[in-house]
């Protein structure tokens, strides 16, 4: 396609809010890829070059005219992305090579499937090959596209990247009326489970209840916080995000805002966080973030899986993402998932050998998504 140009953008406010989203809007619309929502990443400090990630976007011009944008970043790491390639990179450095820096086109921190090119059909395949133009051209070791959609990986792969295949689980609604008509649906000793790891909260004192919106107040975001913050310090490793994310998210995004709360008494001890979001007309909530200031045992089901599900069935939401990976979720009335992402490798060893591996990788997540067993009565889902 002639009369196309690239440009490279080092922070998403050089391009204003409304023509981004516009793109978005256009690819079926998600919060996570709005202006506001990246924004958020790079204002609070916790996408920049100093936490290894360096803002890239690309877009794609036609005269005057915004017809692509790329969401990309040049890392210096693997963190942060869910979709594991350290293998590859120990590789590279037994052969004396450098891996980092590598680009990646993703959502920071967000293993959520979605469209990566931002653009329209008649453009798709040319923000695609101008991606594999920048990349080969910018002398970096490779390309990865996280959690794209399928419109993309076809794209992707016919300018010249490998695809990547992963399993996810997410709670499909089945018009089920409550908690209990979904609970009846699954198999008995699922059933049995989740109540009895229900109960195990409720005879621990601890109530839960869900925030949403504007109700959500400065207090509540600095409680999930401290949470949040929890979670990693226990780990020995610090939080990925800054605070600012959250309260500039809060403010700007309220409405996707979705937080469950676990108290004893009057004293909160717990939250989760989710994002609420409609994708091409259907209701989605996505599972993001968890955290605990005493244990509670099975208190993180309850607050992340089981308080979000019976919000979710009185608000009409198609779909729970609950995040990558996780074979329990299996437990909890989730079923498996496919997602998929995309690779280009400049070293040509290299890319033939990721390719050999990427397609015994497939053999191996099909034969293990179909070994799994539906936690349903008769199997549900797609």
């Known amino acids: 396609m002639t009369g196309l140009r690239i440009q490279a953008i080092e922070r998403i406010d050089e391009i204003a809010a409304e023509h981004w989203d516009a793109l978005v809007d256009a690819c079926g ?3 996570m890829l709005k202006h506001a929502f990246l924004r958020a990443f790079e204002s609070s400090e916790s996408v920049t070059p100093g936490t290894g990630w360096q803002s890239s976007h690309l877009l794609l011009w036609q005269a005057e005219h915004l017809v692509g944008a790329i969401p990309l970043y040049a890392k210096g790491h693997s963190y942060g992305e869910f979709v594991f390639d350290w293998a590859w ?6 052969h ?3 891996y980092y820096p590598k680009w990646l086109c993703a959502v920071p921190f967000t293993p959520v499937p979605g469209p990566r090119l931002l653009t329209t059909a008649p453009y798709r395949a040319a923000a695609a090959a101008a991606l594999l133009q920048w990349a080969e051209q910018s002398g970096l070791s490779s390309l990865h596209v996280l959690y794209t959609s399928d419109e993309d990986t076809q794209a992707l792969c016919a300018a010249g990247c490998v695809p990547r295949t992963h399993t996810q689980f997410h709670w499909l609604n089945q018009d089920w009326q409550n908690f209990e008509s979904f609970l009846a649906d699954l198999n008995q000793s699922k059933r049995k489970k989740i109540r009895a790891e229900r109960r195990k909260v409720k005879e621990a004192g601890v109530t839960t209840t869900v925030i949403t919106g504007e109700a959500l107040t400065a207090e509540h975001w600095e409680f999930f916080y401290r949470c949040y913050a929890n979670t990693y310090h226990v780990r020995g490793n610090n939080p990925y995000l800054k605070p600012a994310f959250f309260t500039e998210v809060g403010t700007m995004l309220a409405e996707h805002c979705v937080m469950a709360l676990a108290y004893r008494g009057a004293e909160p001890i717990a939250a989760s966080l989710l994002w609420l979001d409609t994708h091409k007309g259907q209701r989605r909530l996505y599972g993001r973030y968890w ?6 045992d099975c208190l993180h089901f309850e607050l992340a899986y089981y308080t979000p599900i019976e919000w979710a069935l009185n608000n009409q939401i198609d779909v729970i993402e609950g995040g990558a990976q996780g074979e ?6 989730f ?3 496919q997602t998929q992402s995309a690779h280009w490798l400049a070293h040509p060893g290299f890319a033939d050998a990721v390719d050999r591996y990427l397609e015994q990788e497939r053999a191996g997540i099909n034969a293990y998504t179909e070994n799994l067993h539906s936690p349903f009565k008769q199997e549900i889902g797609d």
């Open 328 to 333: 329990h979720k299996l437990a909890r009335g």
């Open 335 to 337: 079923v498996p998932i």
């Open 291 to 296: 955290g605990a200031l005493e244990h509670v």
């Open 89 to 94: 990179a120990e590789a590279y450095e037994r």
């Open 29 to 31: 619309g998600s919060v």
């Open 96 to 98: 004396g090579l450098k």
